[in-house]
């Protein structure tokens, strides 16, 4: 009986922890984790620009031209694209991203998720592809960039997209000469499938 009982206590203590961590954040708790970690990426950057003097080259990287809009909006949709074929003909436990697009479509609203997404893609590719592409070398700082997706280690699918969608952003950065097409690229890839969902949720409730 006691040896029962105690596989019961150890069984219940083992879901208990399962649970806790496979637990869904909440939304509070997406807010908070979503704006400190691009605030430390601001950080970065500003303490980057104001030691290399690199306040120069700002105008530079956000110069709009049509052509570089094109580009970036073109490169993202086509990424889109391909990341829906992959969810039509792939099986949904290589490219499940653990919920992450659902929690962010409850945390926040329409609007501000599109403030939120064109936010993030402004923050990451002044860092990566602004900054430190032109500081350390286009293969060092998109290496780095596909690596703290560090999250996407044990998806082999998602973590090739990842290393893609960097490299291509590296390459739009090279292409165009500024950050514009790779921001709207950024935007569309990270943006495009959770509005489309979000927008569908809205629609159905």
């Given at each position: 009986?006691?040896?029962?009982i105690?596989?019961?206590?150890s069984?219940?203590?083992?879901i ?15 807010r ?5 970690s ?6 970065i950057?500003?303490?980057?620009i ?10 530079k990287w ?17 990424f ?9 003909w792939?099986p ?16 926040f609203?329409?609007?501000e998720l599109?403030?939120v ?14 900054i ?13 960039f ?16 990842i ?21 709207l ?19 159905s409730?």
């Open positions: 009986m006691e040896a029962e105690s596989g019961a206590v069984r219940k203590r083992a208990a922890t399962l649970n806790k961590s496979n637990r869904t954040l909440g939304n509070p708790e997406i908070k984790a979503l704006f400190a691009q605030g430390t990426l601001i950080l950057s500003a303490v980057l104001l030691v290399l003097d690199g306040t120069s080259s700002l105008s956000y110069h709009f031209h049509i052509i570089h809009m094109l580009q970036g909006a073109g490169t993202g949709l086509l889109v694209l391909l990341q829906a074929a992959a969810e039509q792939l949904n436990h290589w490219i499940n991203d653990g919920g992450i697009n659902k929690q962010l479509i409850q945390a609203r329409l609007p599109i403030v997404m064109l936010g993030v893609a402004w923050i990451e590719e002044t860092l990566f592809r602004g430190l592409q032109s500081l350390i070398g286009f293969w060092a700082a998109n290496t780095i596909a690596l703290i997706h560090f999250r996407y280690l044990k998806r082999p699918v998602l973590l090739v997209f290393i893609g969608a960097s490299f291509i952003l590296g390459g739009l950065r090279e292409v165009s000469g500024g950050l514009i097409a790779p921001i690229a950024h935007f569309f890839i990270n943006s495009l499938p959770v509005l489309l969902e979000k927008m569908n949720n809205n629609k409730t």
